[in-house]
């Protein structure tokens, strides 16, 4: 159904006469006629009985009147919904427990007048193409390259390098250490079940492995980061990494350790990734936060960061 012609009909309806409704849309009047002309033979019906007076409503476009108004009504919260700064800027953070969503939640309490829609995708290709696709605005991920290019016009700005600590229970043989280097790791079973092949954490730990020679695995069912902190707590040989910046909660009686990794530090590279031509004003203000929340720490990045 033709809107301008819609508009035509509830603005002759309001005015009581085309003359008026044409001044009011600043068209002709022989154009208001023609629109309505058009509108009656789309419908079937006539809307307007012509008299001496102006037009008066049918009973049929009295009936069409309301409905009318809320076309209209509803083509612009249509138009609204996706207008610059009107929708919520879409957001993958991968989880809610991790430093991007520590820093798209420190964004929030800096830009309160922004909406946000947080969603949380489980790989980096998925991710990576819904940013190309404009499903969504931005991602944040290990952006694995030269392995893996982004896709024309996709851009990325690395943002976090964030320290990994090992996490261990009490009876582990370093669980008294207040730092450990990366060569006394070596010979200590690092569990991480949930490493799934093709991640961009997996491709991380893949290097950890081959640089430095760890026993990092993700043997057996992964049940979750609560079932995971129950088997470090009571065990005597396995730990796990965990970033420095991850918020996990334990029960006290786990008397769980986190203990900084030394020598080098490892460092996992977040990177904020987005569509150049979006052209959403809350994208260009969060990727300014970002830039300021950047951090760099000395240490360890695996070889396709650099």
Request: net charge negative; glycine share 6%; proline share 6%.
């Amino acid at each position: 159904m033709d809107l301008e012609a819609v508009r035509t009909f509830v603005a002759a309806a309001d005015a009581g006469r085309f003359q008026d409704a044409a001044v009011d849309l600043a068209i002709t009047q022989q154009a208001v006629s023609r629109r309505i002309a058009t509108l009656e033979g789309e419908l079937g019906v006539r809307l307007f009985t012509r008299t001496a007076r102006g037009s008066v409503l049918t009973i049929d476009g009295q009936a069409f009147l309301p409905h009318a108004r809320e076309l209209l009504r509803s083509a612009e919260r249509a138009v609204a919904s996706v207008r610059p700064g009107q929708r919520a800027l879409r957001v993958d953070v991968i989880g809610m427990r991790i430093a991007p969503a520590a820093l798209l939640r420190e964004f929030h309490r800096a830009h309160p007048e922004i909406e946000l829609d947080v969603v949380t995708l489980f790989d980096g290709d998925t991710a990576i193409a819904a940013v190309a696709s404009g499903a969504i605005d931005a991602t944040f991920r290990a952006v694995v390259q030269p392995g893996r290019q982004l896709p024309d016009g996709v851009r990325s700005m690395r943002v976090i390098d964030e320290p990994h600590q090992l996490l261990a229970g009490p009876r582990h043989p370093l669980a008294a250490a207040r730092e450990v280097t990366i060569a006394e790791l070596t010979g200590h079973r690092i569990w991480i079940p949930g490493a799934s092949p093709g991640t961009e954490w997996t491709a991380y730990y893949d290097e950890l492995v081959a640089e430095f020679g760890l026993a990092i695995d993700a043997v057996g069912p992964n049940f979750g980061s609560e079932a995971l902190l129950e088997v470090i707590a009571d065990s005597a040989t396995v730990a796990t990494l965990t970033a420095e910046r991850t918020r996990l909660v334990w029960p006290a009686e786990y008397d769980l350790r986190r203990i900084p990794v030394v020598d080098p530090v490892p460092l996992y590279p977040h990177a904020l990734v987005w569509r150049d031509d979006n052209s959403h004003p809350a994208l260009a203000a969060l990727r300014e936060f970002a830039a300021a929340q950047a951090c760099r720490v000395e240490g360890w990045v695996p070889g396709w960061v650099r």
